[in-house]
């Protein structure tokens, strides 16, 4: 059974820091693509960022870049989501989620999300 655990979110004042981790089991960690998506009151879900099995390759939403870096470590099967300067606007529920690398499928595996508020 899979399963990606969040963790790290709370409230903060906007200008601070927090880390978001997610710890998987149930699958081959480092056979996938780890991405972090967030989902504001009244608003779709949002892709944040993502990196890519190895580490070599990550993505991320404009609206984050230079704020937020994504990383992972995969001797602990963790994905983590560092996010400094935040505002207002990143309050949301924060999700981890699991795409199969080198799969055309999209992201198959979901955690139960973390919330982080961010308040002025």
């Known amino acids: 059974q899979v399963r990606l655990v969040e963790s790290g979110g709370g409230l903060v004042q906007a200008g601070d820091s927090l880390r978001l981790s997610c710890a998987a089991s149930?699958?081959?960690?480092?056979?996938?693509?780890m991405g972090w998506f967030r989902r504001a009151p009244r608003k779709e879900r949002d892709f944040v960022a993502s990196?890519?099995?190895?580490?070599?390759?990550?993505y991320y939403a404009d609206s984050v870049k230079g704020r937020f870096t994504i990383s992972r470590d995969n001797a602990k099967n963790t994905v983590y989501l560092q996010m400094n300067s935040l505002k207002p606007e990143d309050t949301a529920v924060y999700y981890c989620?699991?795409?199969?690398?080198?799969?055309?499928?999209?992201?198959?595996?979901w955690g139960q999300g973390t919330q982080v508020t961010a308040s002025s």
């Open positions: 149930g699958l081959t960690f480092s056979s996938y693509t």
């Open positions: 990196i890519t099995w190895s580490g070599g390759s990550t």
């Open positions: 989620a699991a795409q199969p690398g080198g799969s055309s499928e999209g992201y198959i595996y």
